[in-house]
């Protein structure tokens, strides 16, 4: 039910703040430590590389996944798009767990592969918000989301939910985390919750940016990168504009060519390390005639910024800096007469393959 929303896109952005809090809570343990069911822990550290399995925003997910392993637990990691795996299948290590991030768990792309790898002998682990889904039930491991039901065909909670769940399960396998991870989730989820409060800015800023344009660029480096790629999906899926998330540095290798008087181009700087280089980007494409639209973070803000986040661990930045992006895709689809809740072509779970 969708109450007094107008639609669940907006109801389920909302929930993200709330959806991280429930998150922390349901992997706490009594001491109030952040924990996972420890078979699944010991699978993961006996693993000598891990393989994340997705589609779509689920796959941008667990390429922030991949970071939260490599940087917090040292486990190597290898993410690949659940359609190409089968056919495209990389050597294998000599240990791998196979770990499937899906929403609802009944992604047929995801399916084939964990029916594969299950016939190989490999042990497998699902992160699903559908307890009881195909891929929950086939594989050896759950984690569960705790986003509740997501209706809308654009993920959002769900990624959210991916995301925070990914860190906690880094976070719990690795040996020194050098993180104060519940306390940095309590953070973050303030931050969404800041963001969320200002909607009418984001209502403005689609319409300003995105009423009438073809297309649109997304462009961050490190993990604004990830969140550029889930930026450009949400965009295109609910609005119909043709838009690329880029890596910052990618773009003047060829994609600028498209770069024309007006050109939208939205850049995540909340990267500190990567912030003067993603900055000179955003000037190479600006004196191409780009419309810019800079999101930083409170600490590396300047003033011609269109939006500055508030300040969270640049490892959870994800989780803040997405909701700017899929703000700005609903009311840019909204200002566009588009359905929502229903793009049109699109399906929320896909079965075929
Ligand atoms: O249920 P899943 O997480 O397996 O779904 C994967 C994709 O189909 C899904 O994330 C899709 O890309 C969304 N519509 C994006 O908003």
């Known amino acids: 039910d969708k109450g007094t929303y107008p639609h669940y896109m907006l109801k389920e952005m909302d929930e993200q ?18 924990t996972i069911d420890p078979a699944i822990q010991q699978a993961i550290q006996e693993a000598d590389r891990l393989y994340i399995i997705a589609a779509g925003t ?8 991949k970071q939260y392993f490599e940087k917090l637990a040292k486990i190597p990691v290898e993410v690949h798009i659940a359609s190409e795996f089968g056919y495209n299948m990389p050597l294998l290590s000599k240990k791998p767990l196979f770990i499937f991030i899906s929403q609802s768990g009944e992604t ?7 029916v594969k790898v299950k016939e190989l002998g490999y042990q497998a682990l699902t992160m699903t918000n559908a307890p009881g889904s195909t891929l929950s039930r086939e594989a050896d491991y759950t984690l569960l989301l705790h986003a509740g039901p997501e209706i809308a065909v654009a993920s959002t909670k ?20 050098e993180i104060e991870l519940k306390k940095e989730l309590g953070i973050a989820a303030n931050a969404i919750q800041s963001i969320i409060d200002r909607k009418e800015e984001f209502a403005k800023l689609a319409e300003s940016f995105l009423a009438t344009t073809r297309n649109a660029f ?28 880029f890596a910052g540095g990618e773009l003047k290798h060829g994609t600028i060519a498209l770069i024309e008087d007006g050109t939208p181009v939205i850049a995540l700087a909340t990267q500190k390390e990567v912030a003067l280089n993603l900055r000179g980007n955003v000037k ?20 011609n910024d269109a939006i500055t986040i508030p300040h969270v661990h640049p490892l959870l930045s994800p989780l803040a800096a997405v909701v700017p992006v899929q703000l700005i895709s609903y009311y840019a689809a909204l200002q566009r007469g588009c359905d929502v809740d229903k793009p049109r072509n699109l399906a929320k779970s896909v079965t075929v393959e």
């Open 17 to 34: 703040p709330a959806v991280v809090r429930r998150i922390t809570q349901k992997y706490e343990n009594e001491a109030g430590q952040l």
């Open 58 to 65: 689920s796959y941008h997910a667990g390429l922030i996944g």
């Open 108 to 114: 047929a792309d995801s399916r084939q592969v964990l």
């Open 158 to 177: 769900a990624y959210v939910a991916q995301v925070a769940v990914l860190a906690i399960t880094a976070y719990v396998v690795a040996d020194q985390p």
């Open 218 to 245: 997304f462009i961050g480096r490190g993990m604004d990168y990830y969140v550029s790629m889930e930026g450009a999906l949400k965009l295109k899926e609910i609005s119909y504009i043709q838009a690329e998330g």
């Open 284 to 303: 190479e494409v600006v004196a191409r005639g780009a419309n810019p639209c800079i999101i930083s973070m409170e600490g590396m803000e300047e003033a």
